[in-house]
């Protein structure tokens, strides 16, 4: 079974920094795209980053200068660096991706991770 675990989370001030990690477990042939999504109380799941196989990233206006993504293709692992945080960027993260099994090649597989909580205190 595969799973994405994700840590990093927890309180910081605005202004502070905080490095998201989310790392793919169980039988993979192969990881397409891997990114970070976010959802605050109220509001609907957002898109953060997103980062290719080979390195293409994308990102939202709102955290674009101020975040960056990032991954290990030889861990399996995606990571967000949030610099410059602010209150508005207070969410619960979840991390994101799109993989292949050896059984399957030709099915591409989407799963997501638990979320981790982000708190920026103002």
């Known amino acids: 079974q595969v799973q994405l675990v994700e840590s990093g989370g927890g309180l910081v001030q605005a202004g502070g920094s905080l490095r998201l990690s989310c790392a793919a477990s169980?039988?993979?042939?192969?990881?397409?795209?891997m990114g970070w999504y976010r959802q605050a109380p109220g509001k609907q799941r957002e898109l953060v980053a997103t980062?290719?196989?080979?390195?293409?990233?994308n990102y939202a206006d709102s955290v674009k200068g101020r975040f960056a993504i990032s991954r290990d293709n030889t861990k399996n692992t995606v990571y967000l660096q949030m610099n410059s945080l602010k209150f508005e960027d207070t969410a619960v993260y979840y991390c994101?991706?799109?993989?292949?099994?050896?059984?399957?090649?030709?099915?591409?597989?989407?799963?997501w991770g638990q979320g981790t909580q982000v708190t920026v205190s103002s």
């Open positions: 980062v290719t196989s080979d390195g293409n990233t």
């Open positions: 994101n991706a799109h993989f292949r099994r050896a059984s399957d090649y030709y099915r591409i597989v989407e799963i």
């Open positions: 169980g039988t993979i042939f192969s990881i397409n795209d």
